[in-house]
């Protein structure tokens, strides 16, 4: 196993080149720059600042120079934020993300799994009925249509929860359940479907047949085989949630690291958008490598030689 992490971490290491590689070039194909949206400045100025900032080199260069600062840990300074490098908003921002992000997980888990294991077990009755209904419902609506929603509800007209910022736990329920709804309806169909399929193999017959309760039965045999497809779709989701959610960081007003990537994208700032495509590539990477270590330890059967 661990031969097989060293190679999967060696062989990270190509990919997450590439995702640099095409973020560093695409970025700035698009108009404009991190100082065009400035008032018009003297020349002389804007020669020191692309001087600076060593825009005034070759694209190929700039490239190389990013590629060796990125090496030492060093993912440049904010251009959108003058006082602050972007390690030191990410040393601010992401811890937040992934308190939202971790909490959020984890309640889709719980309850996605319990709801879609239910649904199973009571197939083709008014439970399973409303439990499907519910998730595709869950599934359709956005997270964009979401947030709002629950910010207008609970926040404005009812005066319940804060509407926006960050402080408090109140701060983090709105968000927290913005981001598990749609994750809670994912996770309850494929354990649903999962779950059901589970049941119906020969090897929970079996168990059925030596006479074990039907708690055993469920909980030990089946489900610990109908989580396979769970824990396969958890390294992605995982990694979007931990690293922030764009659209919900912004509508309600959070300082982690999606509300960075936005305000950096509009402000054409070049470092805080890459070190925002690096740090969610290097938290896939490393997500699907635990997904692939559980999947050894959840099937005996799987086995990395």
Known sequence: MF???????????????????IAFF?????????????????????????RAYNFDKPLWQQYLIYLGNLAQGDLGPSFTRRDFSVVDLFRTGLPVSIRIGSLALSLALVIGVVLGAWAALRQNTWVDYMVVGTATFGITIPTFVIAPLLSLGFGVMMGWLPAGGWGTWKHMVLPVTTLALPQIAIIARLTRGATIEALRSNHVR????????????????ALRAAILP???YLGPAAAALLTGSVVVETIFGIPGIGRYFVQGALGRDYTLVMGTVVVIAVFVIVFNLVVDILYAWLDPRVRYD
Request: aromatic letters at 8%; glycine letters at 8%.
């Open 206 to 221: 079996t168990a059925r047949a030596y006479g074990l309760p039907s708690h055993v039965v469920v909980g030990v045999h």
């Open 230 to 232: 769970v824990v396969s």
């Open 26 to 50: 695409m970025i700035r194909l698009a108009p404009g720059g991190p100082f065009d949206l400035e008032r018009p400045l003297d020349p002389l100025i804007m020669q020191n600042l692309e």
């Open 3 to 21: 031969a097989y992490v060293l190679r999967r971490f060696v062989g990270a290491v190509p990919t997450l080149f590439i995702i640099i590689t």
